[in-house]
C-alpha cells in the first residue's frame, strides 16, 4: 500500500480519559479447558486520540475491543466509559449507552441491504427514538463523499464506498468513541486511505476518541500510538511510528 503519512492533531487531549480499562481479564471456558484471552489489561484512552491495537494472531485484540465496548463481559477488571462503569449496567442502560456514545465499524460492513444508503445512516438516530433530520442524514453523507448515493442500496456500491456508508452511520449519533475491528481489512489502498482519514478527521476536528484493531502497519500509522498485544498482555507501544517502524515492532513481538 502507498498511503502517504497524516498529520497529527492539535487537540490537546483532556485530562479525562474516554475509555480506561482496568485491570481486564477475558477467560472463556470451553470444554477443552479456559483460554486466557486477556490476562491484565490496563489503559487508559485520552480524550481526541486515535489508537490502534495491534498484536499476533490470537493475542486478544478482539477481545479487548468487544470488552471495552461492552458487547462482552470481562472476567474480572473495570471499563469505563465517558465516566461511566460498565460493569453492572442492566442490558437496556448498555444498549442505550452503546447506541449514543459508541460507533462501530467492522471489517464487514454490517449494512442492512434492504435499505437505501439514506435509511441506513438514520437507522441508529430512529434506533434511539429520535427523529432523523434530512440535513444531518445528507451532512454526514458529504462528508464521506457519497452525496450523489443518497438512493442506492449496499450492493449497488463498492466495498470501499460501504465502508464509508458505515462510518457515516457511526458518525450520525456524534458517538464519543469509534471502535473499529480491521476497517480496512477487505479494502484496496485507496478506499483503505479514505476510510482512515475519516476516522483521523473524527478525532482532530470533533475530538472524538478511535480505538482500532488492525494487523495492517499503514492502517496503525494513522494512529498517533501503536499499543501492541501479546498473549493477552500489553506489551508496549510505539507513538507517531512510521509504517516500517510499526511494522518492525510486530516483527520483534512474532518472534
Ligand atoms: N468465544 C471464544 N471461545 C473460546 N476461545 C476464544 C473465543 N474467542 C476467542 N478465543 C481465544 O482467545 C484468544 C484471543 O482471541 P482474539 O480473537 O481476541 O485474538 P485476536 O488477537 O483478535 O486474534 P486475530 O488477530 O487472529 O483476530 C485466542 O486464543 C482465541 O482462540
Do not use: W
Not at 471495552?68 to 453492572?88: R, S
Amino acid at each position: 500500500m502507498t498511503a502517504t503519512a497524516p498529520s497529527y492533531p492539535s487537540v490537546v487531549p483532556d485530562a479525562a480519559p474516554a475509555l480506561v480499562l482496568d485491570g481486564i481479564t477475558k477467560t472463556y471456558r470451553s470444554k477443552a479447558g479456559g483460554v486466557d484471552a486477556l490476562r491484565g489489561v490496563t489503559y487508559h484512552f485520552p480524550r481526541g486520540s486515535f489508537t490502534a491495537v495491534m498484536g499476533p494472531s490470537g493475542s486478544g485484540k478482539s477481545t479487548l475491543l468487544q470488552c471495552a465496548a461492552g458487547l462482552d463481559q470481562p472476567t474480572t477488571g473495570v471499563v469505563v466509559l465517558g465516566g461511566v462503569n460498565l460493569h453492572g449496567l442492566s442490558e437496556v442502560a448498555l444498549t442505550k449507552l452503546r447506541r449514543e456514545e459508541m460507533g462501530f465499524v467492522f471489517q464487514a460492513y454490517n449494512l442492512l441491504p434492504s435499505l437505501t444508503v439514506y435509511d441506513n445512516v438514520a437507522l441508529p438516530l430512529r434506533l434511539t427514538g429520535k427523529r432523523p433530520h434530512r440535513n444531518d442524514i445528507l451532512g454526514v453523507l458529504e462528508q464521506v463523499g457519497l452525496s450523489d448515493k443518497v438512493k442506492r442500496r449496499p450492493a449497488e456500491l463498492s466495498g470501499g464506498q460501504q465502508q464509508r456508508v458505515a462510518i457515516a452511520r457511526a458518525l450520525i449519533t456524534k458517538p464519543s468513541v469509534f471502535f473499529a475491528d480491521e476497517p480496512t481489512g477487505a479494502l484496496d489502498s485507496n478506499s483503505s486511505r479514505q476510510v482512515l482519514t475519516l476516522l483521523r478527521e473524527a478525532t482532530d476536528r470533533a475530538g472524538q476518541t478511535v480505538v482500532m484493531v488492525t494487523h495492517d502497519p499503514v492502517a496503525a500509522a494513522y494512529a498517533e500510538r501503536v499499543v501492541f498485544l501479546s498473549d493477552g498482555l500489553i506489551a508496549g507501544h510505539l507513538d507517531r511510528g512510521t509504517p516500517g517502524q510499526i511494522a518492525a515492532a510486530m516483527s520483534d513481538l512474532e518472534r
